[in-house]
């Protein structure tokens, strides 16, 4: 069973940055998609970005340029570096993994399998 354990969250002031990172196991973490999302207090969670294992990366309309999504394959690690961090931003960021072999929406929660448990970001102004 692929698991996945984030890291990297805090308390950070506003304008600050931080680097979230995402440690899968599992011998065939280059073969998929990885991503992360994050559930802000009282909504529903979001797609934030995507990486594919051929260095396209996708991010949603709503996140700004602050947002920098990378993996390492050789690590079987993925990345979320955020920039200028906003009160905003404030939320539980999830890493997950995109269903193989599938074709559905990025921001649907739905496509994908896999998800940690979280990291906490709280920005604070």
């Known amino acids: 069973q692929v698991q996945l354990v984030e890291s990297g969250g805090g308390l950070v002031q506003v304008g600050g940055s931080l680097r979230l990172s995402c440690a899968a196991s599992g011998r065939t973490f280059s073969n998929y998609v990885m991503g992360w999302f994050r559930r802000a207090p009282g909504k529903d969670p979001e797609f934030v970005a995507a990486?594919?294992?051929?260095?396209?990366?996708t991010y949603a309309e709503s996140i700004e340029g602050r947002f920098t999504i990378s993996r390492d394959d050789a690590k079987n690690t993925v990345y979320l570096d955020i920039s200028s961090l906003k009160p905003e931003d404030t939320a539980v960021y999830y890493c997950?993994?995109?269903?193989?072999?599938?074709?559905?929406?990025?921001?649907?929660?739905?496509?994908?399998?896999?998800w940690g448990r979280g990291t906490r970001v709280t920005v604070s102004s």
């Open positions: 997950v993994r995109y269903r193989a072999q599938y074709s559905g929406d990025f921001y649907l929660r739905e496509s994908w399998d896999v």
């Open positions: 990486a594919t294992g051929t260095g396209r990366n």
